[in-house]
């Protein structure tokens, strides 16, 4: 009898897992413990609804690769069962490097290392336990493989991560300039000279995409109270490894003793697969209590939802503006110009909507010819749309909740 398993998603409805090593893979500790790694880290704050994990996610995309690799061989796109295993693998395993609350801790538990680095040392860990079975989706993740359209669909300008990631996120925030036709970006699919392109008739589905993803950095990502939070969180680790905070959790404090940078962590990756949320939240809880003033403040921000404000603005933070808050700080907490820098910061948040340097989406004419999103006749997504767009922000006590 073959082997069928179906999960029940609130996004795509049934999701169909028929493959033995696929669900081995699945049901791996490693890849397990996303249930416990929240996809949008503290947005929740501003979205109660997001509390979706990265295994919500990547189950989504891995949904949204099985029906991509249908529609191309469908299409006559030679793909092989190997093939078509090793890139559902690659893809479901795209996010499995990432750190408690995903990007929001990002280089700050571990120094100049991506979480895609990471990804590539479990899926090569994963892979001697599975025999070599892996190789191939290790090929396809890194681009080594012959055929570049399944690194394409796993990692590129419109690949099938980032059509999940709209939608779910869309879903569960209730934000609706998140959502795509992804079925027909999907069905627009196509492969030329070996290359992921689209047919003439979804251009204006991938401009929708584009727009969609401009929409949603601003409004939910890079949200101001979202981003405040999440600058918390990273000011929260900052202090306590400055004032030598011990944590209820042994494997976070292994992470707050040592900063581990890229030639270490390969040793650690256990350790690594063994930290989640719950351990920094836990943490964050108990440290409410901690003596030191600012560790405390930030904390019980965090926990309670009383944060620092914030203010975006076009243009530079005016130093005179950061020093009178800064003052403000120091004066109301006693505390001098160091630990004031905890409770009032500035920083810049930019996004890209499209980049047309690094990758092309492309699109397949009738005729066949081939040309960008960018320089089809009356291209929405034209010059206009090509730089990025920066903001300037600044966190500062918020005298009404630290009382």
């Given at each position: 009898?073959?082997?069928?398993?179906?999960?029940?998603?609130?996004?795509?409805?049934?999701?169909?897992?028929?493959d033995?090593?696929?669900?081995?893979?699945?049901?791996?500790?490693f890849?397990?413990?996303?249930?416990?790694?929240?996809?949008m880290?503290?947005?929740?704050?501003?979205?109660?609804?997001?509390?979706?994990?990265?295994?919500?996610?990547?189950?989504?995309?891995?949904?949204?690769?099985?029906?991509?690799?249908?529609?191309?061989?469908?299409?006559?796109?030679?793909?092989?069962?190997?093939?078509?295993?090793?890139?559902?693998?690659?893809?479901?395993?795209?996010?499995?490097?990432?750190?408690?609350f995903?990007?929001?801790?990002?280089?700050?538990?571990?120094?100049?290392?991506?979480?895609?680095?990471?990804?590539?040392?479990?899926?090569?860990?994963?892979?001697?336990?599975?025999?070599?079975?892996?190789?191939?989706?290790?090929?396809?993740?890194?681009?080594?493989?012959?055929?570049?359209?399944?690194?394409?669909?796993?990692?590129?300008?419109?690949?099938?991560?980032?059509?999940?990631?709209?939608?779910r996120?869309?879903?569960?925030?209730?934000?609706?300039?998140?959502?795509?036709?992804?079925?027909?970006?999907?069905?627009?699919?196509?492969?030329?000279?070996?290359?992921?392109?689209?047919?003439?008739?979804?251009?204006?589905?991938?401009?929708?995409?584009?727009?969609?993803?401009?929409f949603?950095?601003?409004?939910?990502?890079?949200?101001?109270?979202v981003?405040?939070?999440?600058?918390?969180?990273?000011?929260?680790?900052?202090?306590?490894?400055?004032?030598?905070?011990?944590?209820?959790?042994?494997?976070?404090?292994?992470?707050?003793?040592?900063?581990?940078?890229?030639?270490?962590?390969e040793?650690h990756?256990?350790?690594?697969?063994?930290?989640?949320?719950?351990?920094?939240?836990?943490?964050?809880k108990?440290?409410?209590?901690?003596?030191?003033?600012?560790?405390?403040?930030?904390?019980?921000?965090?926990?309670?939802?009383?944060?620092?404000?914030?203010?975006?603005?076009?243009?530079?933070?005016?130093?005179?503006?950061?020093?009178?808050?800064?003052?403000?700080?120091?004066?109301?907490?006693?505390?001098?110009?160091?630990?004031?820098?905890?409770?009032?910061?500035t920083?810049?948040?930019?996004?890209?909507?499209?980049?047309?340097?690094?990758?092309?989406?492309?699109?397949?004419?009738?005729d066949?010819?081939?040309?960008?999103?960018?320089?089809?006749?009356?291209?929405?997504?034209?010059?206009?749309?090509?730089?990025?767009?920066?903001?300037?922000?600044i966190?500062f006590?918020?005298?009404?909740?630290?009382?």
């Amino acid at each position: 009898m073959p082997f069928r398993k179906i999960i029940n998603d609130p996004v795509y409805g049934f999701i169909t897992i028929d493959d033995e090593l696929i669900y081995q893979i699945i049901s791996h500790p490693f890849y397990q413990r996303l249930r416990r790694i929240h996809q949008m880290a503290m947005a929740q704050l501003v979205y109660p609804g997001a509390v979706h994990t990265r295994l919500h996610h990547s189950l989504g995309a891995y949904h949204l690769m099985c029906n991509a690799l249908h529609e191309l061989k469908s299409k006559s796109v030679i793909i092989s069962a190997a093939e078509e295993q090793a890139a559902k693998i690659a893809v479901l395993l795209h996010d499995i490097g990432h750190g408690p609350f995903s990007h929001a801790l990002e280089n700050v538990l571990i120094r100049n290392v991506s979480h895609e680095k990471i990804s590539l040392l479990l899926m090569k860990k994963m892979n001697e336990e599975f025999d070599g079975k892996m190789q191939m989706a290790i090929d396809i993740f890194t681009n080594n493989y012959a055929k570049r359209f399944f690194h394409q669909l796993v990692s590129g300008q419109l690949d099938v991560d980032r059509m999940d990631y709209l939608i779910r996120d869309s879903f569960f925030t209730g934000v609706t300039e998140g959502v795509i036709g992804y079925d027909r970006i999907i069905k627009m699919l196509t492969v030329h000279n070996g290359e992921l392109m689209v047919e003439e008739k979804g251009i204006h589905s991938i401009e929708k995409f584009l727009v969609s993803r401009r929409f949603m950095y601003w409004q939910v990502y890079l949200h101001k109270t979202v981003l405040c939070a999440e600058k918390m969180l990273v000011k929260i680790i900052e202090r306590a490894r400055e004032i030598k905070a011990e944590s209820s959790s042994p494997v976070f404090n292994i992470f707050l003793n040592e900063e581990y940078e890229s030639e270490k962590i390969e040793n650690h990756l256990d350790d690594f697969c063994a930290l989640d949320d719950y351990d920094i939240l836990f943490s964050i809880k108990s440290w409410i209590h901690h003596p030191d003033k600012i560790l405390s403040v930030l904390c019980k921000g965090v926990i309670n939802r009383h944060l620092l404000k914030v203010k975006y603005s076009a243009n530079e933070i005016p130093h005179q503006f950061l020093e009178e808050k800064t003052n403000i700080a120091m004066q109301y907490l006693a505390i001098n110009k160091e630990q004031a820098g905890f409770l009032v910061f500035t920083g810049e948040s930019e996004i890209k909507t499209y980049n047309n340097k690094t990758e092309h989406i492309n699109i397949l004419f009738k005729d066949g010819a081939v040309k960008d999103i960018s320089g089809v006749d009356n291209a929405l997504i034209n010059q206009s749309l090509f730089g990025t767009v920066k903001k300037f922000y600044i966190c500062f006590i918020n005298l009404e909740i630290t009382l």
